[in-house]
């Protein structure tokens, strides 16, 4: 091959103006379409993180809903036990080993509610909350202050912060 062949053949394999333009082009086009699926990669990871999220604080919520059905559900068994220990005649010894049946199945109970976060609210001589409580009656009292509860009727329960169940109370009205 001569030089002139040799010329000939780098002219061809060279590309014309308007070869290079459409080159040009084509890599322009190239590096759109990247940054675009860079970018919907970006936005779809964002999304699933999202997903992720939403799923968690919904599972979350669902099984707070179910703890408060199943407490709000716990709550009358709970009275029936109290109830029970407090009609219980304490001096009749044939009944000794019931009632320290009922008051180990209570204490169980409500030390299993304590684990949960299931709260009581039963003190009296406080200050009446209308958050906590629900005044039942309002009586005269010249030991207490007033606005004070005087008996507990009631008691009352919170799971993790929030009121299942106020307490219902009598609330002294004071001088």
């Not at 590096?31 to 919904?58: F, G, P, S, W, Y």
């Not at 979350?60 to 009609?87: C, G, I, S, V, Y």
């Given at each position: ?32 379409i ?10 779809i990871?964002?999304?699933l ?14 099984h707070?809903?179910?703890?408060e059905a ?5 709550l009358p ?8 220990l ?12 019931t009632m ?8 169980a109970?409500?030390d ?21 409580h ?5 009586l ?21 912060g929030k ?13």
């Amino acid at each position: 091959m001569n030089a002139k062949d040799l010329k000939e053949e780098v002219s061809k394999a060279k590309p014309t103006t308007n070869e290079e333009e459409k080159i040009r082009k084509l890599e322009e086009e190239l590096n759109n379409i990247k940054a675009q699926e860079k970018d919907n990669m970006l936005r779809i990871k964002a999304e699933l993180e999202n997903v992720r999220k939403r799923t968690k604080k919904d599972i979350e919520k669902a099984h707070k809903l179910a703890l408060e059905a199943f407490t709000a559900d716990l709550l009358p068994a709970l009275d029936n036990l109290e109830r029970a220990l407090a009609t219980i005649d304490r001096s009749n010894q044939e009944l000794k080993a019931t009632m320290e049946g009922i008051e180990l199945t209570l204490k169980a109970l409500l030390d299993i509610t304590q684990r949960f976060g299931i709260n009581v609210i039963d003190e009296a001589n406080v200050a009446f909350n209308p958050n906590i409580h629900q005044a039942m009656c309002v009586l005269d009292s010249a030991e207490s202050m007033s606005n004070k509860v005087i008996t507990v009727l009631q008691k009352g329960y919170t799971l993790n912060g929030k009121l299942i169940r106020p307490a219902m109370v009598t609330v002294s009205k004071g001088k």
